[in-house]
T-cell receptor
């Protein structure tokens, strides 16, 4: 089975711009979760989508949003980028809800905001 | 609120030494899950183990073993006869039903393990 794929792998944006990241889960997985990883804050949960519905959300401002399509693929969007948004964004998929099932992670998208 | 503490920020050992990574958690939930993930230098997190709160049995998988103790709220991870390929950041994570009907997953800050030849 193909693993979780994320595109793009690297991205450089300037402050104020917006960005959209994409995640394709493992076939058959219905849950997609997003995480932000930074050296200072570690791994922080952004949100989880299950069956096209956002089921849970972390403590991030409304500039961070996402969606899930009927084929379980997911996108996350960050508007009005700030320098502090520079991070590795990880997507993970699981058969069921993220907190009861093991997750399989993608390689991440490294976002740099200048 | 739930919390996961990995007090060891970095550990360095010599190959073939045994090493234990500590994980202490806090939760008010009676039903919860604990996980360990490994993040090698390549960056992709890899699932290692899941344990639910009702199963305190220790688990061994090859050179890896896990010790779950509810009495001390700990879920420690031991690597026996460490190898250079074990070098990675290891994360402990906790999920529970805090503050509502949805489960939340919380990661610890991670422990960077370096195994030297």
């Amino acid at each position: 089975k193909a693993g979780v794929t994320q595109t793009p792998r690297y991205l450089i944006k300037t402050r104020g711009q917006q960005v959209t990241l994409s995640c394709s889960p493992i076939s058959g997985h219905r849950s997609v979760s997003w995480y932000q990883q930074t050296p200072g804050q570690g791994l922080q949960f952004l949100f989880e989508y299950f069956s096209e519905t956002q089921r849970n959300k972390g403590n991030f401002p409304g500039r961070f949003s996402g969606r899930q399509f009927s084929n379980s693929r997911s996108e996350m969007n960050v508007s009005t980028l700030e320098l502090g948004d520079s991070a590795l964004y990880l997507c993970a998929s699981s058969l069921g809800r993220q907190t009861s099932y093991e997750q399989y992670f993608g390689p991440g998208t490294r976002l740099t905001v200048t | 609120a739930q919390k996961v503490t990995q007090a060891q920020t970095e550990i360095s050992v010599v190959e073939k030494e045994d090493v234990t990574l500590d994980c202490v958690y806090e939760t008010r939930d009676t039903t919860y899950y604990l996980f360990w993930y490994k993040q090698p230098p390549s960056g992709e997190l890899v699932f290692l183990i899941r344990r639910n709160s009702f199963d305190e049995q220790n688990e061994i998988s090859g050179r890896y073993s896990w010790n779950f103790q509810k009495s001390t709220s700990s879920f420690n991870f031991t690597i026996t006869a460490s190898q250079v390929v074990d070098s990675a950041v290891y994360f402990c994570a906790l999920s529970g039903n805090s503050g509502g009907s949805n489960y939340k997953l919380t990661f610890g800050k991670g422990t960077l393990l370096t195994v030297n030849p």
